[in-house]
């Protein structure tokens, strides 16, 4: 099967499909080298909210991969964003790392330390220092009014050794302690493809996702009527297709693969 030459824009996951942790997934910069050479549009879209734009420029680039600030888009991004917009200067409660704190600083959020207890919001992202009191903290402000916010709803996340609970896993601590579910803006809700498409000019029309997630990656992809392939290097593999509705266009062994059929689509006359 081979993806029509319509499609121009390039929306790739990261974790999964380009690396693991620091380790490049094989054919990862080939394939991105290659996107540019064809001159498609490439657009980094990835659920994890621990880097900032600009360390994820610096990982990818520490891999053979160039990509600029303004084809980074994660998830810490766009749940700054629509809060910025939504409250500009709000008072948050932040459970992450670096990269969503950059994120939210740089919009003009005022992120506290607590007690007191009194913020307008709760947002949580990974964590790999999450513990009892970050979800002790999290749950009395948000039973004291806060609105609850998640960057992504991944139960989990990929490392060169295995996999580690996610952002998911956290914000199902804090739901359960807090009786209150989360407003979650990452793949697959709406809010991730919208700002997306905003900010690059993207025609859905002209648009692939590459992905290794069914129920993130996919999942938007078919929500919203984007072609959409299954890398099988990160987290979802063939025998995962039977449990789940969302149904990727194509499935790839890996990006090595994918490059060989752009290569043949190509050359097809």
Same mark, same amino acid.
């Not at 824009?9 to 693991?20: A, H, K, L, S, T």
């Given at each position: ?8 824009? $390039? ?14 997934? %094989? ?9 540019? /050479? ?8 990835? =659920? ?9 420029? /610096?990982?990818?680039? =520490? +891999? ?51 007690? %007191? ?12 220092? $999450? =513990?009892?009191?970050? +979800? ?11 609105? $609850?916010?998640?960057? =992504?709803?991944? %139960?989990? !996340? ?12 956290? @914000? ?17 809700? %709406?809010?991730?493809?919208? !700002?997306?498409? /905003? ?17 993130? #990656? ?7 009527? @984007? ?12 025998? #995962?297709?039977?449990? !789940?509705?969302?149904?990727?266009? +194509? ?19």
């Amino acid at each position: 099967m081979f993806v029509d030459r319509r499609y121009r824009n $390039f929306i790739i996951d990261m974790d999964g499909v380009i690396y693991r942790g620091n380790t490049p997934l %094989p054919h990862s910069a080939e394939f991105i080298n290659f996107l540019r /050479e064809i001159d498609a549009k490439v657009v980094f879209f990835s =659920n994890n909210s621990t880097l900032s734009r600009k360390q994820y420029v /610096e990982k990818l680039s =520490n +891999m053979g991969i160039k990509a600029r600030e303004e084809e980074i888009v994660s998830s810490g991004l766009i749940t700054a964003y629509c809060l910025s917009k939504e409250n500009p200067g709000a008072s948050l409660y932040v459970i992450g790392e670096e990269g969503l704190r950059e994120e939210l600083g740089q919009r003009g959020m005022n992120l506290v330390e607590v007690p %007191p207890y009194q913020v307008d919001g709760v947002v949580v992202g990974m964590d790999r220092q $999450f =513990n009892f009191k970050k +979800m002790s903290n999290a749950m009395r402000c948000i039973l004291n009014g806060a609105s $609850f916010y998640g960057t =992504n709803p991944d %139960p989990s !996340f990929p490392t060169e050794d295995g996999f580690i609970p996610g952002c998911g896993a956290i @914000l199902a601590s804090i739901e359960v302690s807090s009786g209150v579910k989360p407003r979650v803006f990452g793949k697959p809700y %709406p809010e991730s493809l919208q !700002f997306l498409l /905003e900010i690059t000019g993207f025609e859905k029309e002209e648009t692939v996702i590459v992905g290794d997630r069914l129920d993130t #990656d996919i999942k938007l992809a078919e929500d919203f009527g @984007l072609f959409s392939i299954l890398v099988l290097t990160g987290v979802s593999k063939k025998e #995962d297709l039977a449990h !789940f509705s969302a149904r990727p266009d +194509m499935v790839v062994e890996n990006l090595g693969v994918l490059k060989e059929l752009l290569s043949q689509n190509r050359e097809v006359k």
